[in-house]
């Protein structure tokens, strides 16, 4: 079993609709929950990052995290075609430094 | 002003040849990172630098050898290239997290390898 499982899609959704993506993973020691996006043929770049349990809010992007499930999600209201990109959940242990365990990436396509 | 660049952007070689990457970071960072991406976006670590020295090494084939040689450099050498290292290989540069961040990793654009 990988230690972080994400869905790869393709996700495929028209412009204004919610998206919610999400991942789960295995050890319950993670402390740190990141959202990556990586535009084609681009390097990953981070887009937000949660601390243990618990909601948070930039703009039109919304991470969760849900320890007691081992569940993350990443939801972006009234999406636009520039979100179109792979979406990489990341998990960090509770060093906050080092390592990471990226899951598989869903790649998202928002069509205007 | 690039932050983590890499060089070259693409290389395609062939079996059984010997090539090297560059890596270089200007943000002052003193961890560095190489990753390797297959052809399905998994994004795996590969190696660790901490101010010159390897702190993590994951299970690589040892044809594969980073060298820092100094903290803003990581360089990647692959020896006898075979097609399954074909992939888009990143470095990537830290800081460290501090308080309640976690250690928030840069990556530069990647090396698209394709081995013939």
């Known amino acids: 079993q990988k230690e972080v499982e994400q869905d790869p899609g393709p996700l495929s959704v028209p412009e204004g609709a919610i998206v919610s993506l999400n991942c789960t993973y295995s050890?319950?020691?993670?402390?740190?929950f990141m959202w990556y996006r990586q535009y084609s043929r681009k390097g990953p770049e981070l887009l937000m990052y949660?601390?243990?349990?618990g909601n948070k809010e930039d703009g039109r992007f919304t991470a969760q995290v849900d320890k007691s499930s081992k569940y993350i999600s990443l939801f972006i209201r009234d999406s636009q075609p520039s979100d179109s990109a792979t979406y990489l959940c990341?998990?960090?242990?509770?060093?906050?430094?080092?390592?990471?365990?990226f899951g598989q990436g869903t790649t998202l396509q928002v069509k205007p | 002003d690039t932050a983590v660049s890499q060089t070259p952007k693409y290389l395609v070689t062939q079996m059984g040849n010997d090539k090297s990457i560059k890596c270089e970071q200007n943000?002052?960072?003193?961890?560095m990172y190489w990753y390797k991406q297959d052809s399905k976006k998994f994004l795996k670590i590969m190696f660790s630098?901490?101010?010159?020295?390897?702190?993590i090494n994951e299970t690589v084939p040892n044809r594969f050898s980073p060298k820092s040689p100094d903290k803003a450099h990581l360089n990647l050498h692959i020896n006898s290239l075979e097609l399954g290292d074909s992939a888009v290989y990143f470095c990537?540069?830290?800081?460290?997290?501090?308080?309640?961040?976690?250690?928030?990793?840069?990556f530069g654009p990647g090396t698209r390898l394709t081995v013939l």
């Open positions: 630098y901490n101010n010159k020295e390897l702190i």
């Open positions: 990341a998990i960090q242990g509770s060093s906050n430094t080092g390592k990471l365990i």
């Open positions: 949660t601390y243990s349990s």
């Open positions: 943000l002052g960072h003193d961890t």
């Open positions: 990537a540069s830290s800081q460290g997290g501090s308080g309640g961040a976690p250690d928030t990793q840069y």
């Open positions: 050890n319950s020691a993670f402390q740190y």
